[in-house]
């Protein structure tokens, strides 16, 4: 089955570092790739996603590249503020004809940035 | 534009009480309809989905239900409350021709 693996964290960084969450996956085909992320209190908001192998998805700063041959989704930022932290989660949507856009999500890095 | 709604935001309820929740979406038509769980802030599993009205499918046998009376009107439901149905629900939508989900503010249950 489809599966999502990414690092367990927390993350703890200082304002203006450099951020990696690693994020790999399972799965058969050619899923479609996201981050989500939700603040204290909140829903989950995409953040991005790529839909083939090689797109970078980019929002806000953070970006993420689909590699097919390492099965992998990294998100990164270049300088994280205090106003990114949050949990970040992974996901995939497998597109057969059963799945009714159902998303498998990893179990989500805990971010902290200190000022 | 599309939103999606949830309420109510918090709920306290003793246990074998029973729960009413629910989740509407404005601004688009015969979306795909998700609810969630979400165990200690971290992972969310899925609870049921629906592709069309009256259409609901399970993805874990449980203590819940779940219904669809209109188009973009989607209710999580107790006869009777356990203290593990406990959590932060949430209802997502997808629009036809679309890969992403998006999530409403959700709403925190605590059972008591």
């Known amino acids: 089955g489809n599966s999502v693996t990414q690092m367990e964290g927390p993350v703890t960084l200082s304002e203006e570092a450099f951020l990696t969450i690693n994020c790999t996956y399972t799965?058969?085909?050619?899923?479609?790739l996201f981050w989500y992320v939700q603040y204290p209190g909140e829903g989950l908001q995409l953040l991005l996603k790529?839909?083939?192998?090689?797109d970078k998805g980019s929002n806000k700063g953070f970006e993420a590249t689909y590699r097919k041959e390492t099965t992998s989704f990294h998100l990164e930022k270049g300088s994280v503020q205090v106003s990114d932290s949050a949990v970040y989660f992974c996901?995939?949507?497998?597109?057969?004809?059963?799945?009714?856009?159902?998303?498998?999500f990893g179990q989500g890095t805990i971010l902290t940035v200190h000022p | 534009s599309q939103t999606i709604h949830q309420w109510p935001a918090t709920l306290v309820q003793p246990v074998g009480s029973p729960l009413s929740l629910e989740c509407t979406v404005e601004?688009?038509?015969?979306?795909?309809l998700y609810w969630y769980r979400q165990a200690a802030g971290r992972g969310l599993q899925l609870l049921f989905y629906?592709?069309?009205?009256?259409?609901i499918s399970s993805e874990v046998p449980q203590n819940l239900s779940a219904s669809r009376p209109q188009d973009r009107q989607f209710i999580l439901s107790s006869k009777k409350l356990l203290l593990s149905d406990s959590g932060f629900y949430l209802c997502?939508?997808?629009?036809?021709?679309?890969?992403?989900?998006?999530f409403g503010p959700g709403t925190r249950l605590t059972v008591t």
């Open positions: 996901a995939l949507r497998y597109a057969g004809g059963t799945s009714y856009g159902k998303l498998t």
């Open positions: 799965a058969t085909g050619y899923p479609s």
């Open positions: 790529a839909t083939k192998a090689d």
């Open positions: 601004g688009t038509s015969n979306p795909n």
């Open positions: 629906s592709v069309g009205i009256g259409q």
């Open positions: 997502a939508f997808q629009t036809s021709g679309r890969n992403e989900q998006y």
